[in-house]
């Protein structure tokens, strides 16, 4: 019961539309359009048997990790967009070949649930280091950046999906959700029966204002479809 990918990068359109537009009434409308065609197609729904109301398969695939400057907005950033999508993030860590500690960002989902927040969380994260990179010299104004983007992203990506999904959402979807999100968070226990949860990481002390920069970025930055690469044009694995 996969979605055409087709629809699915329409909705990110729409979505990235209703996300970067300053015009209020067209923002609106397209993020009520996205809403109505993941409700139409089933994005909420994907993998889950139409029949007998059981989910298919539940996936798992991984981001690498970042440096550790930038690990107090990217970890949070993960848990966000997993929940926008019904997903679920953990952080991972494991012995590299040097026998230094390496951390993974391991994502568990239906397929295209899982498709729609690797994407979306690659793309955010990315344009934040850029960002981060490009204005400040100091690692911990570059953290309060991130975490002013990390700030501004809770509250936009509700807007952009979860919210304006709840509007057009029959009490059959949600129930079937409902269904979804215990498989996904059955499968997170069955692959991850030791996991726990972690403390939110303390304050950044930095300056004021970058963590202000982070949060005006963060609302203008476009969430469009494009390519996904680092500075040396190499995709993020």
């Known amino acids: 019961m996969a979605i055409d990918p087709k629809i699915v990068d329409r909705i990110r359109k729409l979505l990235s539309l209703g996300g970067n537009n300053d015009q209020a009434n067209e923002a609106e409308a397209a993020l009520k359009k996205a809403a109505i065609l993941a409700e139409k197609h089933g994005l909420a729904l994907s993998d889950i048997n139409p029949e007998t109301g059981e989910v298919s398969t539940v996936e798992k695939n991984s981001v690498p990790g970042l440096h550790q400057r930038h690990a107090c907005w990217s970890k949070p950033l993960a848990a966000v967009i997993a929940r926008c999508f019904d997903c679920q993030s953990i952080i991972s860590k494991s012995r590299g070949w040097d026998r230094k500690w390496v951390e993974t960002i391991v994502f568990l989902g ?5 498709e729609m927040t690797i994407w979306y969380y690659k793309l955010i994260r990315l344009k934040t280091i850029r960002g981060a990179d490009a ?21 936009r990506l509700k807007e952009m999906f979860v919210k304006e999904q709840a509007k057009v959402r029959s009490s059959e979807t949600t129930a079937l959700v409902l269904v979804k999100k215990d498989a996904v968070n059955a499968e997170v226990k069955r692959q991850f029966p030791h996991i726990r949860s972690v403390s939110t990481p303390a ?19 476009t969430l469009h479809r494009g390519s996904i690469e680092t500075g040396n044009k190499r995709k993020i694995a």
Do not use: S, W
Not at 110 to 114: E, G, I, Q, V
Not at 135 to 153: E, W
Not at 210 to 221: L, T, V
């Open 110 to 114: 239906t397929p295209t649930d899982l």
């Open 135 to 155: 204005k400040y010299t100091y690692v911990k104004d570059q953290k309060m950046y991130g975490m002013g983007i990390l700030d501004t992203m809770r509250v």
């Open 203 to 221: 304050p950044v002390n930095g300056d004021l204002k970058a963590y202000a920069e982070g949060r005006k970025d963060g609302g203008n930055m």
